[in-house]
Each structure stands twice: as C-alpha cells, then as structure tokens.
C-alpha cells in the first residue's frame, strides 16, 4: 500500500487565494483526520470523519475553513481566503477505527505558505 | 478535561546513552496511550501503544514504555540511543468516548555523537 497520500506536498500562496488540500486515505480505513502543525502551536486536530461523516470539527478555526470527504477514498480541506496566519504544515492521516483507539497513519504533509 | 502534560520541550542525550521521555497524562476512564515519532519533514509514526495487559509495552526501534497508574505516566525509554533517533517524539492519549486523540505538546530528542 502507498500510505496516505497528500497533495500538494508544498503550496505558496498569496493571501485572500484559495487554498485546497488533498488527501486520499489507506484503502480500508474508515477514519480520516486533518491535522495542522506549526511552532506555536503544536499539532491541532482540526477536524475527523468516519465512514465519511464529519464527527468533530470543533478543531476548524473559522469558517474560512471547510472539509469534505464525499467519498471513501477522498477528501479536500480548503482554506477560502487563505491569510498569512495559515501558514503551517497541514497533514491527514486515516485509521481503520475510532480516533482514539487505533493507530492513526500520517501522510507527509502539505507545508502551506501564505505571503 | 483530559490532557496529556510532556515536561521536556528538548533533550540531548549521547549516542549510547539511555533515553527516558516522560509523559503524564490526565484522564478519568481506562486510556489508550500512545507514543508516536516525527522526523524531520515527514508525518507521524506510531512507536507503541497501550490499553490493557502488561504494563511495559515493547514497540518498533527498540523502544519500551511502562504504564504507571499510581503516577499517571507512560514514559518511553529505550537503553541505547542511536543518532537516527534524533525526532519530536509525542505522547497522545484516547478520550472523549475513545473518538478523540488527545496528543502532548512533544520532546525533540538531539543525539550528539
């Protein structure tokens, strides 16, 4: 298996564009997470599906925000107007149960850099 | 509210020497715990986990970590530091039913050669 798999793994942007991230899960698993990381703040979980229903995005900072996973094997995260305090590396991973009992595998990460 | 507390921001250890990341965790009902390992520009790896059972847990790379209930521990040693050891290692515990992944704010581990 290929892993998770994020794209783009790098993306420069200038502020107020529209960002979009993808991630496609391990195929099997039911579970995906998107996460960010910066140096301030640590790693955020911003939102998480199973089976393809949003269960907790208390994560997602603002409604510049929005999620989606329309099918098993698929989903975006976009970021619509992006600014510069987005700046981070967004990762996804995918598990093949509950968020808190089962392993969770990372993709690589997409590094965002908003100017 | 559950939390996960790792004490150290950094460490630097020696190559050889022996490791012990702490880590302390706050929550009401049975845990999973989890360690898990960050190397530079790459997503997180799981190292280890725990639910029930032994109390010290064996993982990949040579590493171990001990549950302590008593102390609300789950530190993870391993007794000889290799230099590719050098990561951000981060401590998580499951809460919120077990549909939430709760994880520390990480130790960067330098190994000096």
């Known amino acids: 298996d290929a892993g998770v798999i994020q794209s783009p793994r790098h993306e420069v942007t200038e502020m107020g564009q529209e960002v979009t991230l993808r991630c496609k899960p391990i195929?099997?698993?039911?579970?995906l997470f998107w996460y960010r990381q910066t140096m301030m703040r640590g790693l955020e979980l911003l939102i998480y599906?199973?089976?393809?229903?949003?269960?907790?995005d208390s994560g997602m900072p603002e409604d510049r925000f929005s999620a989606k996973m329309p099918n098993a094997s698929f989903s975006t995260l976009k970021i619509q107007p992006s600014e510069p305090r987005d700046s981070a590396v967004y990762f996804c991973?995918?598990?093949?149960?509950?968020?808190?009992?089962?392993?969770?595998?990372f993709g690589p990460g997409t590094r965002l850099t908003v100017l | 509210a559950q939390s996960v507390t790792q004490p150290d921001i950094h460490i630097t250890v020696s190559e050889g020497a022996s490791l012990e990341l702490r880590c302390n965790y706050s929550?009401?009902?049975?845990?999973?715990l989890f360690w898990y390992v960050q190397s530079p520009g790459q997503g997180l790896q799981l190292l280890l986990k725990?639910?029930?059972?032994?109390?010290l847990v064996q993982g990949i790379k040579g590493f171990e970590a001990e549950f302590k209930r008593s102390q609300s521990s789950f530190n993870l040693r391993k007794p000889s530091v290799h230099w590719s050891d050098a990561a951000e290692y981060f401590c998580a515990v499951g809460s919120g039913g077990y549909n939430k992944l709760i994880f520390g704010a990480g130790t960067r581990l330098a190994v000096h050669p």
């Open positions: 929550y009401g009902a049975t845990p999973y």
């Open positions: 991973a995918s598990s093949l149960g509950l968020a808190g009992t089962h392993e969770q595998f």
């Open positions: 725990y639910f029930s059972g032994d109390t």
């Open positions: 599906f199973n089976n393809n229903v949003p269960i907790d």
């Open positions: 195929s099997g698993h039911n579970s």
